[in-house]
Each structure stands twice: as structure tokens, then as C-alpha cells.
């Protein structure tokens, strides 16, 4: 667990479904890994500290930032 409450096998799953599916919506990630609301919503948080995804926009999309070839950052 991260000092901000992100257990990093739970960041792992998330951030691979992510770069797997090419986008980030909160709900499906919530879904596909059994997660509460905030869960999901800090995991997504932190791929954006991170700059793997991109600050929501004016509708709630966001996309995927410099990934390389191998799906990495």
C-alpha cells in the first residue's frame, strides 16, 4: 500500500485494463476490478499525477499520454 491508500498490485491490474482498453473511464475500471467509487476514482488520480492519463475533459473523457511500444511510461 502507497503512502496515499493505493495498494500497487490493485495500481498494476488497473493501469494495464487501462492501456489494454486505450481509455480511462472510472465506472468500467470500477467494474472490472470490484472497486467502491473512491477506490477507482484514486487509482485514476494517481495514473494522472503519474501522466499516464490526462485531466478529464469538459465531458469526463480521458485520454491515454505518452505510452510507449511496449505499453509503457
Known amino acids: 500500500m502507497t503512502?496515499?491508500?493505493?495498494?500497487?498490485?490493485?495500481?498494476?491490474?488497473a493501469?494495464?485494463?487501462?492501456l489494454e482498453l486505450g481509455a480511462a473511464p472510472?465506472?468500467?475500471l470500477q467494474r472490472q476490478l470490484?472497486?467502491?467509487?473512491?477506490e477507482a476514482a484514486r487509482l485514476i488520480e494517481h495514473m494522472q499525477h503519474e501522466?499516464?492519463?490526462?485531466p478529464p475533459d469538459a465531458v469526463g473523457r480521458r485520454k491515454?499520454?505518452?505510452?510507449?511500444e511496449e505499453g509503457e511510461r
Do not use: A, C, N
Open 3 to 13: 503512502d496515499i491508500g493505493i495498494d500497487s498490485e490493485q495500481y498494476r491490474k
Open 64 to 68: 491515454i499520454l505518452g505510452v510507449d
Open 34 to 38: 470490484r472497486l467502491t467509487r473512491e
Open 51 to 54: 501522466g499516464l492519463v490526462s
Open 26 to 28: 472510472q465506472s468500467w
Open 15 to 18: 493501469r494495464e485494463l487501462i
